[in-house]
């Protein structure tokens, strides 16, 4: 399974960013996919999440009201539409994906990771 992120760049301040990420190759489904940021010397944290199966989602404080996290199923990608981006926003962000094994013998959670992408939000 492959997790690729892309959209990430330099804006400023108060401007806005879109990043996608597909997860790709085979398995069962996609459980949930979310985005994560790092920043050096911190420990990474969790942005956003989404279920596949309900919609449900989940912002961070931090983030609430100015990020939107949205997915299409047929495409097994997740978007994160970002306005109002402020300077404390620049991060790597990575993708994160919870994809669902089934077998005879059960079904199994599988955790996969992109790249990771840098936004920069200048002041």
């Known amino acids: 399974v492959q997790v690729v992120e892309s959209g990430g760049g330099l804006v400023q301040a108060g401007g806005s960013l879109r990043l996608s990420c597909t997860a790709s190759?085979?398995?069962?489904?996609?459980?949930?996919m979310g985005w994560f940021r790092q920043v050096p010397g911190k420990q990474r944290e969790l942005v956003a999440t989404?279920?596949?199966?309900?919609?449900?989602?989940y912002y961070a404080d931090s983030v609430k009201g100015r990020f939107t996290i949205s997915r299409d199923n047929n495409k097994n990608t997740m978007y994160l539409q970002m306005n109002s981006l402020e300077p404390e926003d620049t991060a790597v962000y990575y993708c994160?994906?919870?994809?669902?094994?089934?077998?005879?013998?059960?079904?199994?959670?599988?955790?996969?990771w992109g790249q990771g992408t840098q936004i920069t939000v200048s002041a």
């Open positions: 994160h994906a919870e994809v669902r094994e089934e077998y005879y013998s059960g079904s199994y959670r599988y955790d996969y």
């Open positions: 190759g085979s398995f069962f489904a996609i459980n949930a």
């Open positions: 989404i279920s596949f199966g309900d919609g449900y989602t």
